[in-house]
């Protein structure tokens, strides 16, 4: 198959490459799952942006470079914010549903969340992403020249280098398309494509709990680093402090608004003669509106101190009518699992939220390999430094989608070479798949507990050491036995874990999300983390 462009995800990145692409190119869209099984579909909170005069684009830097712990690329974070408007414009026009509010200047209601100055969170109620994917979708399913590819499960990019190894010598390799396969035949297909544009979103499952989907398997981290790019920041795991605590509700976020909205953290009965009482305010002035990696470090803290399994997120105290008005999706939810936030506190704890690092690029996309781009969760443009501001994410994926679609349609079109099939002539079905499941799970326990919110270099080294054991197992069965979704995603995911316990090595501090207890200082200066692979990968 050709196309002049190749997308690999189907989150907000990935669409609005491809809508602001194919008026002039034909597009392909390959989706592990069906389209709104990304995260982007589960973004609760907001998109970020300055839309009332009484904000300002300096002020939305300066939160961001605050919330990044000083290592924030200012001239990406200010090429991001001041495009912020016209992206929100872009979605309006194609027709969002934003919550409306008529006394506002742009006529939609703005909410607040931790670490932001202003009101600047435009937001659907408490289901933006899911309002922003079934209004994109909707114009993607319809247009002639994006063709969908659900249920595709992207294997490696084709590289030049790869194709006549040979003929490497100095030569830049290029990026010519990848193998993918299709989950319901098992035939893995090649495409061809000028352009290939990774927008996979994070690496959330690689640990033991997660706000993430099950597709969130650091796909395009994995695949661009085992193709020769740089990677960067991937000690910066977000910790989301307040996933729901229930023994049936699996990932449920609860969203960043609910404290924005005064919502308050306070101990459970279990806590004994502390029970009900506030703590945020013992660990920083800001309380319950401090960055995220200040509230997920106090929960832990309190958690472990008391040993307790959870603590309580209260907003009871709110009217009832404006809590099912603005968290209908958090209040329908509870509800089925018998808490009804508008009479009783929430139960949560912090999980595995946003992969702030990724694949190294520029602000339209670019990666190291010519022909390659990255978008999204999936890269990192320098925006979110050592902490992602609440809401920034989802406004990356407009700012830098539209600038890497205008960068590609500028282009002029080239051949692109034979690409082979796929060669599965030496390999043979698998005869333990417990092998997989059992590697599965191994590495998101010691990845929760060696790697988590507080780290030390003895766990750390820990998990480097097994990772390397897992590594040499799962590249074994790689190459002898046919390839499964399960296995691509292993694959990945060992991939991804190994970027992130290196760079948490190489950081002799502690800053934003890396909290060591070895290094708690924060040095003078700070830098980012960046991984060269030392050959091509795979």
Not at 44 to 63: R, T
Request: aromatic share 6%; net charge negative; with cysteine.
């Amino acid at each position: 198959m050709k196309f002049d462009v190749a997308i690999v995800g189907s989150g907000l990145a990935g669409l609005s490459v491809a809508l602001h692409l194919a008026e002039t190119r034909t597009v392909a869209i390959i989706s592990k799952r069906a389209l709104q099984d990304g995260a982007s579909n589960w973004a609760q909170g907001g998109i970020a942006a300055v839309l009332d005069s009484g904000d300002s684009h300096a002020e939305h830097i300066n939160d961001t470079l605050v919330a990044g712990g000083g290592l924030c690329d200012e001239g990406a974070t200010r090429f991001i914010v001041e495009h912020g408007r016209e992206a929100i414009e872009w979605l309006i026009e194609q027709g969002v549903p934003f919550t409306r509010d008529e006394s506002a200047e742009l006529g939609f209601h703005l909410t607040r969340e931790g670490g932001h100055s202003q009101r600047r969170i435009i937001h659907a109620a408490d289901a933006t992403g899911h309002a922003v994917q079934v209004t994109l979708e909707e114009k993607v399913r319809a247009h002639p020249n994006i063709t969908l590819f659900e249920h595709h499960c992207a294997i490696d990019l084709i590289t030049s280098d790869k194709l006549h190894p040979a003929k490497k010598g100095n030569a830049q390799p290029k990026c010519h398309g990848l193998y993918v396969q299709d989950e319901q035949t098992g035939q893995v297909h090649t495409f061809a494509a000028e352009h290939t544009v990774l927008a996979t979103g994070g690496a959330g499952k690689v640990y033991l709990y997660t706000t993430n989907p099950d597709t969130a398997s650091g796909d395009g981290i994995a695949m661009a680093w085992r193709a020769g790019c740089r990677v960067s920041n991937m000690e910066f795991i977000q910790f989301h402090p307040t996933c729901l605590y229930h023994p049936y509700a699996k990932s449920f976020l609860i969203t960043e608004a609910i404290r924005g909205e005064g919502g308050l953290l306070k101990l459970p009965p279990e806590a004994g003669a502390a029970a009900g009482s506030r703590f945020m305010l013992a660990h920083d002035e800001r309380a319950e509106l401090a960055p995220r990696d200040v509230v997920a470090r106090a929960i832990d803290f309190e958690i472990k101190k008391r040993g307790l399994d959870y603590v309580h997120l209260d907003i009871s105290h709110k009217p009832a009518e404006f809590l099912i008005e603005h968290f209908p999706t958090i209040y329908a939810r509870c509800l089925e699992l018998g808490i009804d936030i508008t009479k009783q506190p929430i139960p949560i704890v912090p999980a595995a939220h946003y992969t702030c690092g990724g694949v190294v690029t520029d602000l339209s996309g670019r990666t190291d390999l010519p022909g390659l781009y990255a978008v999204g969760e999936t890269a990192c443009t320098g925006l979110h430094g050592a902490n992602r501001l609440a809401s920034n994410s989802l406004l990356e994926c407009l700012v830098i989608g539209r600038a890497c679609a205008t960068d590609i349609a500028a282009k002029e079109k080239d051949e692109i070479p034979y690409l082979p099939d796929w060669d599965e002539s030496r390999v043979t079905d698998a005869d333990e798949e417990v092998v997989i499941a059992h590697n599965w799970d191994e590495l998101r326990r010691f990845m929760w507990n060696y790697v988590g919110i507080v780290r030390t270099t003895k766990r750390l080294e820990r998990a480097q050491h097994r990772i390397a054991l897992l590594k040499e197992e799962i590249d074994e069965y790689y190459r002898n036995f046919r390839i499964t979704h399960d296995l691509l995603e292993l694959r990945n995911l060992v991939d991804v874990a190994s970027l992130i316990v290196n760079s948490a090595l190489q950081r002799h501090e502690s800053r934003g999300l890396h909290f060591s207890r070895d290094y708690p200082e924060t040095l003078p200066k700070a830098l980012p983390s960046v991984l060269t692979p030392s050959r091509r990968q795979g």
